[in-house]
């Protein structure tokens, strides 16, 4: 088993920045990709972000270009450097991770932290 502690969500303004982390411990060994989805309330979940190793990562269309993910396998962690923030921003940001490759369908992560709150205010 994997476990995942989100960290760094709050609240900033429209423009601002934030920077969230994950922490995995447990069975570490078998991660292969790890990343980010988020969901606002009444709606869908969505991919925001995926890493494998350093130089394979996904994006989703809504995050390219200020957003940023990256990894330190050496401390098992997950960074989203999230920066000129959108109030569409704002949900619940989940660490996910697999034993496998790169994937943006929710349904492929075996394993999510308990989520950080993001709220972005206009």
């Known amino acids: 088993q994997v476990q995942l502690v989100e960290s760094g969500g709050g609240l900033v303004q429209a423009g601002g920045s934030l920077r969230l982390s994950c922490a995995a411990s447990g069975r570490t060994f078998s991660m292969g990709a790890m990343g980010w989805f988020r969901q606002a309330p009444g709606k869908a979940r969505e991919f925001v972000a995926a890493?494998?190793?350093?130089?394979?990562?996904y994006y989703g269309d809504s995050v390219k270009g200020r957003f940023t993910i990256s990894r330190d396998t050496a401390q098992n962690a997950v960074y989203l450097q999230m920066n000129s923030l959108k109030p569409e921003d704002t949900a619940v940001y989940y660490c996910?991770?697999?034993?496998?490759?790169?994937?943006?369908?929710?349904?492929?992560?075996?394993?999510w932290g308990q989520g950080a709150q993001v709220t972005v205010s206009a």
């Open positions: 890493i494998r190793w350093s130089s394979y990562i």
């Open positions: 996910v991770a697999r034993p496998g490759g790169l994937s943006t369908m929710s349904d492929a992560y075996d394993y």
